[in-house]
């Protein structure tokens, strides 16, 4: 594979993202590799407990938005009969390796713990909150400031259940990072460790829920998750996706392409805070 790592210890699943030259951004090999990774893990029966991490500084930019990807497959394709078909070979593309594969990890039959430091930007918050755990290193932060796009936030719109509504707002309507300590405050994150000690407490971690029956650990997480979606969470992630889908049509009404001209103004906001 060429953005993905994969290997077990004892009951653990470890998947690496590795891309660490594009800080982890994601085009659609990445986002291909990794659920086929996850795909593996579940459907090995000695792994109880899965971990995704990430090689180098940062856990991940998000969309890989530079233009060598940006201006290539799948992106061209997709506007091909816009002229007869608008956006929707986007909406459903979307549909599936963006929405619907967070929607997929998220309720994956295993317990998973994300393992985050430096930046967490937009569709990086794609990879961790579909996952049970979050621990972040004390350098970790979090943002999505897709709103430069004249769009109201990424496709997994997890940002209510995740921060609170008032939270929430004033992260969108910023495009403002969040530190790793106001994440857990707020309850998006279970631990905050050094840098150093992010892995090792991690797995940690996991090889302690490892040791629990996994009948018992399935049990456990599909009962958190339809606690969840009785309260609406379900539903709502997939009226807000239908929304995301709204800010293209309204960018592509406007200008002609799916994202307005603050595109640029985000890609160049989020490597400054990724280099910084």
């Known amino acids: 594979m060429g953005y993905i790592q994969y290997e077990t210890q ?7 993202l590795d891309r660490p030259e594009r800080r982890n ?18 459907d090995d029966d000695e792994v109880r407990v899965i971990v995704l991490k990430a090689n180098g500084k940062h856990f991940s930019a998000g969309h890989d938005l530079s233009p060598d990807v940006f201006d290539s497959e799948p ?29 997929k990890w998220r309720d994956l039959p295993k317990p998973t713990i994300a393992a985050v430091q430096g930046a967490c930007i937009a569709a990086g918050l ?4 579909p996952c049970d755990l979050i621990i972040a290193s ?45 994440a857990h405050r707020l309850g998006m994150v279970n631990k905050v460790v050094p ?13 302690k829920i490892s040791r629990m029956h996994p009948h018992g650990l399935l049990m456990a997480k599909r009962a958190v998750n339809q606690s969840l979606d009785a309260q609406g969470m379900s539903t709502a992630l997939q009226s807000a996706y239908d929304m995301h ?15 307005l001209v603050g595109l640029d103004e985000m890609t160049k906001a989020n490597k400054e805070s990724s280099d910084s």
């Open 10 to 16: 004892d009951r653990v699943a470890i998947i690496t």
């Open 25 to 42: 951004a994601q085009n659609a090999a990445l986002l291909k590799e990794l659920d086929e990774t996850f795909d593996r893990a579940v």
């Open 75 to 103: 992106w061209k394709s997709m506007m091909a009969d816009s002229d007869t078909n608008g956006l929707l070979r986007l909406y459903k593309w979307e549909l599936k390796h963006f929405f619907g594969y967070s929607r």
């Open 126 to 129: 794609m990879l961790a909150w």
């Open 138 to 182: 004390d350098d970790a932060r979090f943002s999505d400031p897709v709103i430069h796009m004249g769009i109201g936030g990424v496709e997994y719109h997890g940002h209510t259940w995740e921060f609170g509504a008032r939270k929430a707002k004033e992260l969108l309507f910023t495009g403002d990072f969040i530190d790793a300590e106001e």
């Open 195 to 207: 840098r150093e000690e992010l892995e090792s407490t991690a797995l940690a971690m996991a090889r």
């Open 245 to 259: 889908a709204l800010g293209h049509a309204n960018a592509y009404a406007i200008s002609g392409e799916i994202v």
